[in-house]
């Protein structure tokens, strides 16, 4: 299992420094971005459009997430323990189960499989 990191990248960037609003804009529209692994802890994503975003083995503990649409968002191995998820959407792979687990112990998510 990877351990969550700062990323190098310009739109990572602008979420690190609370700038969900220069993130939404300077979002491609189209093709897939890519914050995998990224260290996302206790950070306000409330306003992320975050469809087409990988965030595979990324740590959101503590995190603002509330209302968020992450139903096309990529979320296998990542963590959101202690995050606030209240009205937030999530992929339809992910069972109840699995994101409790994750809130209140830290797992990483899995996808239930069709």
Not at 14 to 37: I, M, R, T, W, Y
Request: net charge negative.
């Amino acid at each position: 299992m990877s351990q969550p990191r700062q990323l190098d990248t310009p739109l990572y960037r602008l979420l690190h420094n609370d700038d969900v609003k220069g993130f939404n804009a300077q979002k491609p529209q189209e093709g897939d971005v890519d914050l995998s692994g990224g260290d996302f802890r206790g950070l306000d994503l409330r306003a992320l459009d975050a469809e087409r975003i990988s965030f595979t083995d990324a740590y959101f503990r503590g995190a603002d997430l509330r209302g968020l649409d992450l139903r096309n968002a990529q979320l296998e191995g990542a963590s959101i323990a202690h995050a606030q998820i209240s009205g937030a959407y999530f992929p339809v792979e992910l069972t109840a189960d699995e994101i409790l687990m994750s809130m209140n112990f830290g797992t990483r998510l899995r996808y239930r499989t069709r």
